[in-house]
């Protein structure tokens, strides 16, 4: 059983940045995707960025090509997304996931993961 600690939002001006943190526990993460979604209110939860744990590519949503970035600290098992150039579109609630035995077709697919974090709120405002 995996469980999932996010932290590190904020509020933030635009075009400002901040790094939210994903503390994974429970066991080994070998073989599972880690992914990040957001849900802003009245919308539905939609995907950031994610990929293996183990290696391969990192996905993006176009959204956020190019400001965003996933990292990871396999010692820590913590995953990292590096938020640049913030836009008040980006406020929402950030959540991480996580999925054993994903194919990378089914990576965008918040129905396919069945680990979550609680979230973190990120406010993007001036």
């Known amino acids: 059983q995996v469980q999932l600690v996010d932290s590190g939002g904020g509020l933030v001006q635009p075009g400002g940045s901040l790094r939210l943190s994903c503390a994974a526990s429970?066991?080994?993460?070998?073989?599972?995707?880690l992914s990040w979604f957001r849900q802003a209110p009245g919308k539905e939860r939609e995907f950031v960025g994610g990929?293996?744990?183990?290696?391969?590519?990192?996905y993006y949503t176009d959204a956020v090509k190019g400001r965003f970035t996933i990292s990871k600290d396999r010692a820590k098992n913590t995953l990292y997304l590096q938020m640049t150039s913030l836009k008040p579109e980006d406020t929402a609630v950030y959540y991480c996931?996580?999925?054993?035995?994903?194919?990378?077709?089914?990576?965008?697919?918040?129905?396919?993961?069945?680990?979550w974090g609680q979230g973190t709120q990120v406010t993007v405002s001036s």
């Open positions: 996931s996580a999925s054993y035995g994903l194919i990378a077709s089914t990576t965008y697919n918040a129905n396919m993961y069945n680990y």
């Open positions: 429970g066991g080994s993460l070998s073989g599972y995707t």
């Open positions: 990929g293996r744990w183990s290696g391969g590519s990192t």
